[in-house]
Every structure is written in C-alpha cells, then in structure tokens.
C-alpha cells in the first residue's frame, strides 16, 4: 500500500488510547486488547497471579461470555491460535459448534424448498452444539498453568455480582428485543422485569455462575453431562430444538494446524478451517503480493484489493466447508501459482464483474457481536481467538436454569446452497448442513511475524472479518502501530453482491469517481463496523503496543508482569 492510502486511511478518524511500555531485560511486556475493559483486567489479574497467556486466555474467554452477552459465550464457540513461546508450537484450538445429530439439509426449507426466515435465526432450532466450555477445559489442562478454579473466578464472581450494561449492551438488545423476548430465561436475565434495563443498571447472571462453578469443579463434564446437559437437553427439546444426550456426551474439539502464508517480509499464521478467513486472507494476499502497490494512486490500489478480494470470496463460496466432511482443494488454493493465474484475469483499470467470474452457486446487514482478544505475556506465549455466538445475543433463547445463551451459529450453514445468510454470503454444497458438520466461519484470528515486529490481531463482523484482517495485514507490513490498525476506516468486497462496501470515511470523492468509472458499484454504508483488538511486540526496541478498536468500548493494556 502506497503512503497515500495508509495516510488516508490512517487520519484519525477516532481517537485511540494505547499504551506503550519498555519492557524489562529479557523478558516481554505483557499486553491484552479485548472488547471489553472488565475481561482485559481479568487477564491481567490472571497474569498477575502467575499465569500464562493462556491461562489469561481462559480467564478473559470467561469474563466475556459473562459481560459481552451479545458477542460470544459458553452456549457458543470459536477458535483459539496459540503460541508457545518455549518450543514455537503453534495450534489452532477449534472450538467451533457443531450441527446436532439430527440435523438435515433441509431443516431450513419449507415445503417448496425454500428458506423459512428467522428459523437459522432465532430460538432453539438455530443452535449448534457449543464448543466454548470444551475449549476452555482443554487450553487450561494442556498449555495452562493454573488450575480452572482461578482461571474461572473473576467471571463466575461477575456473574454472580453483574456487569454495568453500556451502551452497546444497551443497543444490541434493542435490535434483538423480539427473539429475547420469546425466551422466558432469556427476558429474566437480559430484560429484567420485561424492560431494556438503563444504563449502567447491574446485569447479574446467577444460573450463569453455578454453570461456570460446575465447570470450573467437573471440567467438561461439568457442561456437557449431568445437571448442566440435562437442563440444557430439556430446555432445547421443550423449545422445539434437536439436541440429544449424544450431542453433548460427543462434542470435541480439534486442534488444527494453522493456515500459513508469507506476504513480502511478513510470516502470517491464521486459521484453519472449518474458518474460512486464513485460506481467503492468504488467497487474497497472494494475488496482491506481486503489485506494486505503492506506485498506484489510491482509487488503483483499491481497485487491486477489491479485485483480489472478490476472487477469493468467490473460492469461499465455491469450495470452503468443515474439511472433516468435504474435500476442499486447499493446497491449491494456498499456492502462490493459483492465486498467479487468478491475477491474470485482473484488468488494470476495469471491475470485473463477479457474475462474469468462473461459475460458482447461482444465486446470491454486520458489526460488534462475537468477539476478539489477543494476548501476549512476559515469556512470548501468544493468544489470538474469535468467539462467537454469531447474531448479537446469539438465538436469542436461555436454556432455563443454566444461564447459558444459544447461539444460532447453524445461520453460518448454507440453509440452501446458493441463497445469502444473515452477512450475505453464499454458499455451495460444502457448506451444507450435515449430522455432526461445523459450519463454515469467517473469523479470522492471526498473527503476523517480520523482522521488526510480531503482531496478534483478528476482530469480529461476519463475512467482513477476514478483509478487515487483510487491511491489518497490509498495514502491518508498512509499520503501522497497532492504533492505527485499528482505527483504520474500512472497505470490504465479499464476490456477491457484486459492490464495494465502504465504511463512513474510507475513501474520498475523488476515489470514489475514479473507481465507478473502473466499473466498480460502491455501497456506502451508514455505520461502522468491526471491533479489532491488536498486540504488538517490536524485537528491536523490545517494546509491546497494544490497541483495541475506538468503535467499541473494549481495552488495551500493557503492563509489568509481577
Ligand atoms: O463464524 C462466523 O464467521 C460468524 N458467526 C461470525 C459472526 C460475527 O462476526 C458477527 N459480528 N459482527
């Protein structure tokens, strides 16, 4: 990217506070940015006890299921890159839902074959099998060093004493009024009296705690079997779902090998499937490396991005499902030659078309639910997870006496192949819905690894996840500081629907006539969106920057490891 853009896209459209501390001798200066200020210092709590980044991992993934409702939880799920900073393993920690057993292709459609709306949505029939506490269980056990007890206390304390709800609580649970209503366990909790609580009114979650307390005492068992599986079955059953006792007995995570690429100097280590955003981030990457950018004037520049952005999402809609069920041809899709021919049909200074790109399924709304962290601790161990219960507040339906919000993340399943889910993005037979699947997802958490610099980023808002990373990627590579990163306005091009959309402030008018008369169709949103959480550690100054998203009420903070 060539100065003007990042000077474009880098004036302050909103003021960022972060935190810049040397750190001491050898060791790192820890660093956490998560979307939330009371899970940032949960983490640092941790930390400050003793533990890793891990187990500050655990703390901070609890804290928010507590005080993020709307964005992740135990009833949801989400993947976890970890590295270990003693031997340089690295791991994708797959935490993703899966479809229950009695799950069908079909279950969406009604009797012409068409999608019943809201059904993949709303209520009981929408949710996967959560994958978050198994998650959880197993970071702690295998990379933590603090027993659950303490990783789980300053969430199971919040829960039990609550949470201030702010403004974005507050405007999550307007838009989702209707389906919090429709669950009586849900209204109690999050509506309390049947009304939107004022701001700063406590939110507390007593069912939530004891479920927490259960699992910090049984471990997985403690969410999976017994009490907790019994209500949890009762209440999906009761609410018109498919959960079964085999459902929850069943449900393991999968650790992953990361999806790796190289973007000039920069080493990126990104998610696996069943996300879709490493091989669509490495994709996109790919076909750009070979431009230079910086010699093209900004309406050029995005005109390259977009162009490779649409290529990619068209692969993500052609071929990218849960791997455990579906061939999908990654190694191709990775390789710096595929992404060579892709870039032979870039015109220079022409959009083109998404319809007039190699066929793919016929036929063909965002922001601040699900949600990022990223860690870095004294010794160099490293956490970047995407969480999610995937519409804010999920489906909308509290399994009675257990505290826990369902996701719908099955709305990530392509309910029929060829018809737009809830972000508008299409999908094809791979991303079917079958028994025991994981739906396809976009999150995308990463790190990044130059000469200079090791960045830990990722950030939630759906199908435009993965080029809000590739902006940050791009930005990483030309020394941004992780501010920066996150304050950077946005654009997003996703193959269908065939148009650049642009957050307020993005581009200039200038830009914006220079690309219509390319071709491109641009769609000027009214909000912003996105919510990133950056770390970054610079090798040579020895210094951690940490940032989280001024769009959001989250926190970034560095500090002294005791
Ligand atoms: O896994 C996915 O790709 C989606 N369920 C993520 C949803 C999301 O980021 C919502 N955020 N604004």
């Not at 406590?202 to 004891?210: E, G, M, S, V």
């Not at 259960?214 to 997985?220: H, S």
């Not at 269908?496 to 690309?515: C, F, H, R, V, Y």
């Not at 990133?532 to 926190?555: E, L, N």
Request: charged residues 20%.
């Amino acid at each position: 990217m060539s100065m003007a853009i990042i000077k474009r896209l880098l004036v302050g459209a909103f003021l960022v506070c972060t935190a810049v501390v040397a750190a001491a001798g050898e060791r790192m200066t820890p660093g956490i940015a998560t979307a939330h200020p009371l899970a940032t210092a949960a983490g640092m709590e941790i930390l400050d006890q003793g533990g890793n980044a891990f187990d500050a991992a655990v703390a901070v993934s609890a804290v928010l299921a507590v005080v993020e409702p709307y964005s992740s939880g135990l009833g949801g799920g989400g993947f976890w890159l970890l590295h270990r900073a003693s031997d340089g393993f690295q791991t994708m920690v797959d935490g993703r839902e899966k479809a229950p057993l009695a799950a069908t292709a079909d279950m969406y459609l009604d009797e012409n074959g068409e999608v019943i709306p809201g059904l993949s949505i709303d209520g009981a029939l929408a949710a996967g099998i959560p994958g978050e506490p198994a998650a959880l269980v197993h970071i702690a056990k295998h990379y933590g060093k603090l027993p659950l007890k303490a990783t789980l206390a300053p969430a199971i304390h919040l829960a039990e004493t609550g949470f201030p709800a702010d403004d974005i609580y507050l405007k999550m649970a307007g838009f989702r009024e209707q389906a919090i209503k429709a669950s009586a366990a849900a209204s109690e909790i999050f509506l309390p009296g049947g009304k939107m609580p004022r701001l700063g009114a406590l939110i507390t979650q007593p069912d939530l705690a004891q479920t927490l307390r259960l699992i910090a005492e049984k471990g997985r068992a403690g969410f999976y079997e017994g009490e907790t599986a019994r209500k949890l079955i009762a209440a999906v059953t009761q609410a018109g779902g498919i959960w079964q006792d085999k459902d929850l007995r069943e449900y393991a995570i999968v650790e992953r090998q990361p999806v790796r690429g190289t973007y000039r100097g920069t080493r990126i280590t990104t998610a696996a499937l069943p996300s879709s955003g490493g091989i669509v981030l490495v994709e996109i990457l790919n076909q750009l490396e070979a431009y230079d950018l910086s010699a093209m004037n900004e309406a050029g520049q995005l005109h390259h991005i977009v162009e490779a952005m649409r290529r990619a999402y068209r692969d993500r809609a052609e071929y990218l499902g849960d791997s455990d069920f579906v061939e999908v041809p990654q190694t191709m899709l990775l390789d710096k030659r595929y992404a060579a021919g892709l870039r032979q049909s870039i015109h220079p200074d022409k959009a083109t078309p998404s319809a007039m790109l190699a066929p793919t399924v016929r036929e063909t709304s965002q922001g601040r639910h699900t949600t990022h962290f990223s860690i870095i601790d004294s010794e160099g161990n490293r956490v970047a997870a995407t969480l999610s219960i995937n519409y804010p507040f999920g489906s909308g339906f509290v399994a009675a006496g257990t505290g826990v919000l369902l996701n719908d993340e099955m709305d990530d399943f392509a309910a029929r192949p060829g018809t737009p889910n809830v972000y508008g993005l299409v999908s094809a037979r791979a991303n079917a819905i079958e028994p025991g699947k994981r739906m396809l997802s976009s999150m995308t958490p990463t790190f990044l690894e130059n000469k200079q610099r090791i960045g830990i980023i990722g950030t939630p808002g759906g199908s435009r996840i993965i080029t809000m990373v590739l902006l940050a990627t791009l930005a990483f590579d030309q020394d941004a500081s992780a501010a920066e990163i996150v304050a950077m306005p946005r654009f997003h091009h996703q193959y269908l629907p065939d148009a650049i959309q642009l957050e307020p402030g993005s581009i200039d008018a200038t830009t914006k006539k220079e690309l219509e008369a390319m071709g491109h169709k641009l769609q000027q949103m009214e909000n912003s969106y996105g919510n990133m959480q950056v770390v970054i550690f610079d090798r040579s100054s020895q210094k951690t920057d940490a940032a989280s998203d001024p769009r959001g009420i989250g926190k970034a903070v560095v500090g002294a490891e005791k």
